[in-house]
């Protein structure tokens, strides 16, 4: 167990719905990640949090959001959904402000029908 | 050039035996490379991890290999049991730019 949570841990919804999932980070971690897998397109990144603020982004749909709360938990945004957007989607975490060491959680499995 | 390629796809390695991934990068930026083992319907769990100032690092059976001037390391998983059959990845990082970029795994299988 990595301590990373995540919730739901599957998801089932229509196109053109909008969902959105909770990660907790680690206990102390600062930083917050967030990665899609895919059969095609592997294990990709999407975007970073480090307390609060947005650190950097990766191939991250507009349609997709994300924002890190207070108590440091982060939500991802998932809207106008498509069916290339089922997915696995990670949430990672990790103690400083750069990529070193992360943590993964167990996953949402996002299924669009 | 922020690719990481892996190879194989997938192996199927005897128990006891030494199983071999090897990854090869291009952006000579990378400074942190980690593997990841992934059990089926679980997260990514960090294995082991290296930089670029050493070429060899292990911790119990699994040791990286680091080849800087070729651009490629490798996992050794020595005496392979059946409890290590997972799909394995090896990603790459810039220290400072906050995105692993991961190859495309190795599914593993040990044979009992």
């Known amino acids: 167990d990595s301590g990373v949570t995540q919730t739901p841990k599957h998801l089932i919804t229509a196109t053109g719905q909008r969902v959105t999932l909770r990660c907790s980070p680690r206990?102390?971690?600062?930083?917050v990640y967030w990665y899609q897998q895919s059969l095609d397109q592997g294990l990709q990144f999407l975007i970073h949090?480090?307390?609060?603020?947005?650190?950097a982004k990766g191939n991250i749909l507009e349609r997709f959001s994300a924002q890190q709360f207070p108590d440091l938990h982060s939500e991802l945004n998932l809207s106008s959904l498509e069916l290339g957007d089922s997915a696995l989607y990670f949430c990672?975490?990790?103690?400083?402000?750069?990529?070193?060491?992360?943590?993964f959680g167990p996953g949402t499995r996002l299924t669009v029908l | 050039q922020q690719q990481v390629k892996q190879s194989p796809q997938s192996l199927i390695v005897q128990k006891g035996g030494i199983s071999i991934i090897n990854c090869a990068y291009e952006?000579?930026?990378?400074?942190?490379f980690p593997w990841y083992q992934q059990f089926p319907g679980k997260g990514p769990a960090l294995l082991i991890a290296?930089?670029?100032?050493?070429s060899e690092k292990k911790e119990g059976r699994f040791t990286i290999s680091f080849n800087k001037s070729a651009k490629q390391f490798s996992l050794h998983i020595m005496d392979s049991q059946p409890g290590d059959s997972a799909t394995y990845f090896c990603?790459?990082?810039?220290?400072?730019?906050?995105?692993?970029?991961f190859g495309t795994g190795t599914r593993l299988l040990v044979s009992p």
């Open positions: 990672a975490s990790s103690s400083a402000g750069h990529s070193d060491e992360q943590f």
């Open positions: 952006n000579t930026a990378f400074d942190y």
């Open positions: 949090y480090y307390n609060g603020e947005e650190r």
């Open positions: 206990s102390g971690d600062l930083s």
């Open positions: 290296i930089r670029p100032d050493v």
């Open positions: 990603a790459a990082s810039v220290t400072g730019f906050q995105k692993l970029v």
